[in-house]
């Protein structure tokens, strides 16, 4: 199953923390003089091509204002930019570029010793699901634990962004062979979700990776049944009436159903193509 792909763009609180990055004309520490880029603008802008899925245009964009920001000697702005790329290049496969801006982001964030606040843990939780998107789960669980420090200065403990920070170490624990930490990873993502707005659809998503943990770890005939039950645990979560029906409940939709189809839930997996379809059609 994919992983939490939500962890990968910033909120509000993220770029506007430590100090606002929208003031202009400011110095850094060594007296260099520092052009802040205008963030606001160009988040504004980004979320519109992200509306659309339209990742050429969202690397152009993010393009352009990395060289304001790096022309203005705007690190806090770089730092913003680097984050919003590794989640782009996933979209877009590109792994090497995940990589790269990865390390770079870790680095300015180092740099601008941010350590202990909330973009800080944030940037490493984003490097540390863009190296395991790149097949480098051993240096991706490092970052895992820096996101996971960082977030517990921070954040209460029920907050929703650890739910995503859990699944995403459990994802590469499970790549990992370290199945019990894994495992607890996910029941204390499952432990959050119930009381965040639409979280029945992490929890679905949760249930389907605890499947193929439970396959890789016993084998598909020996973890038949508990594979059955957490299949039928993510059904129930995607039937919720009280879900609400957006864009992002479409994205588990169609994320899912290839997992359903997988373990053989043939009439679910063609229920979830479906939705999927006929809201397209409507949009």
Known sequence: MADNTKSNFLSKEDYEEPRCPLCMDAADKDGVVVNRIDVGRMMSKLDEYLAYEDYDNAERLLKFWLTEAQFGHDLQGELIIRNEMMGIYRKMQNKEKVIENAKIGVEIAEKLQFQ?????????LNAATGLYFAGM???????????KEAYEKRLDKDDVKFAGLYNNMALTLTELKRFDEALD?????????????????????????????YE???GLENAEK????NLDKAEECLNDESLIKDSYY????????????????????????KRVREYYERA
């Open 185 to 213: 990873y996910f029941n204390k993502s499952l432990k959050i979700l119930p009381s965040v707005k639409n979280g029945k659809l992490d929890m679905a998503s949760t249930y389907l990776n605890i499947a193929t943990l």
């Open 250 to 273: 479409y994205f588990v939709c169609d994320k899912c159903q290839s997992g359903f189809a997988y373990y053989g839930y043939f009439a679910f997996a063609d229920e979830l193509k």
């Open 137 to 147: 789960p051993e240096e991706s669980i490092r970052f895992f634990e820096k996101a």
């Open 216 to 218: 890789k770890k016993d």
């Open 226 to 229: 508990i594979i059955a039950d």
């Open 116 to 124: 202990g606040t909330e973009i800080y843990g944030t940037t490493y």
